[in-house]
Each structure stands twice: as C-alpha cells, then as structure tokens.
C-alpha cells in the first residue's frame, strides 16, 4: 500500500540551532514529495519539494535530503527561529497523482 | 503560489444539519483537491474536483455525504451533510497549477465544529 509516516511527533530545538525533521515512504510511493509548514489556525503552507531524481534541493534556510535507498526524506531548517514552530508535514505524490501526508511533526522552538 | 479563500472561517453546527464550504481561487486552475483534517491528526483526502466532470471520492467518502460542485475554475463547495459529531474538522481545499506540475497549495481552512 501507500503510506508516508514521520519518526517523531514532537521536535524541540533551541534558537539559532539547526532543526531535521524526518519521513519514511513505503515502497509504493511516488517520485515526488512536498514539504508543508502548518501553523495553528492555518492551511498547510508550501515549504519545498523533491523529485527522486534528486538527493538534494535546498531552498531559504531549508533544505531537503531524499534517500531513495533507504526511501527515507530529511527537511532541515538551519539557525532555527521562533517563527519556525508549527507542525512540519511531508506528503508523497501516491498513485493518481494525489499526495499521501504523513502525521506530523510539532517543531518547538526555545528561546 | 495560488491565494486561496475559505468560507466560513469556522462554524459551530447542529447534529443533523448541513454545511456549504466555499472554495475561491484568484487564478484558473485545473485541479482542486478537499482534504479533511480531524483534530491534531494529519489530512486526508476527501476528493477531487475538476471542472466540468463529476467529483471522484477517496474510499471512505460518498458523494451523498460530501457533495460537491465545481461550477468553473476557481471555485468550488463542499456540503458535509447530515452532520454529527464526528464530522468536527478542519475542511481544506487545495489547488493544484498545472504550470508548476504537481505543487499543491491550500486554503486556510474552514473549522466545523458539530454539537
């Protein structure tokens, strides 16, 4: 089956430190994935993306590792910043083109 | 990235009741997406609407209870009908540009709370 999962539900990171967020995708899962950013009270916001025929894209102070050997996606955040805190979600294109999220992962920053 | 509007915000409802979500877009697009996303869990797809066709449903979702319309390209509704306490979500569209392949960019989301 299709399935996009997250290792950890909670993240807490202190100010200024760098921030990894982790996701697995099962074999069946597509080529593609999405970063989303979801702040309380908000729609899923647009972070970055990867195709599989990349390891790595970086974008603003982000930056995401696709490992297709291991079917394993990382979204890190460097010098990690208060406004960085939301739920932090990563969804797979599945079959038919739709997108498969995970569960989340709640990112605390601490100043 | 698309700007994409919700009405209402939020709303507090009535077991057996309905309730029409409005999606705006401020572009033409080809694809809208409804999601469902039940308190601190993650999004799931309800269906997808495309202009001029007939919604395709998502196992777990039926026509009957989700209705809905997609009159032109950039808008779309939802129902969530017959609603009881386990309808309580955030309902989200989302759009998909065809020019950037693949991207999907959402709403904010609308609050159902149903007594």
């Known amino acids: 089956g299709e399935s996009v999962g997250l290792h950890l539900p909670t993240l807490s990171v202190q100010e200024g430190d760098n921030s990894i967020i982790n996701c697995a995708y099962s074999n069946s899962a597509s080529d593609y994935f999405i970063w989303y950013k979801q702040e309380s009270g908000k729609g899923p916001q647009f972070i970055i993306d990867?195709?599989?025929?990349?390891d790595k894209r970086q974008g603003q102070r982000v930056t995401v590792l696709l490992n297709k050997t291991v079917k394993h996606l990382s979204l890190q955040i460097a010098a990690t910043q208060p406004g960085d805190s939301a739920v932090y979600f990563c969804?797979?294109?599945?079959?038919?083109?739709?997108?498969?999220f995970g569960q989340g992962t709640e990112l605390s920053v601490k100043p | 990235s698309a700007v994409i509007s919700q009405k209402p915000s939020r709303d507090i409802c009535q077991r057996g009741t309905s309730l029409t979500i409005q999606c705006q877009v401020d572009s033409q697009v080809t694809m809208m997406f409804w999601y469902r996303q039940q308190p601190g869990q993650s999004l799931t797809l309800i269906a997808t609407?495309?202009?001029?066709?007939?919604?395709?449903?998502e196992s777990g979702f039926v026509i009957d209870k989700f209705p809905i319309s997609r009159p032109n390209l950039t808008f779309s509704t939802l129902t969530v009908s017959n609603m009881s306490p386990e309808d309580s979500s955030i309902y989200l569209c989302?759009?998909?540009?065809?020019?950037?392949?693949?991207?999907?960019?959402f709403g904010p989301g609308t609050r159902l709370t149903v007594l």
């Open positions: 989302s759009v998909e540009r065809t020019r950037l392949a693949n991207e999907q960019f």
């Open positions: 609407a495309n202009q001029g066709s007939e919604a395709t449903y």
């Open positions: 969804a797979g294109m599945g079959q038919g083109g739709k997108l498969i």
């Open positions: 990867i195709r599989s025929n990349m």
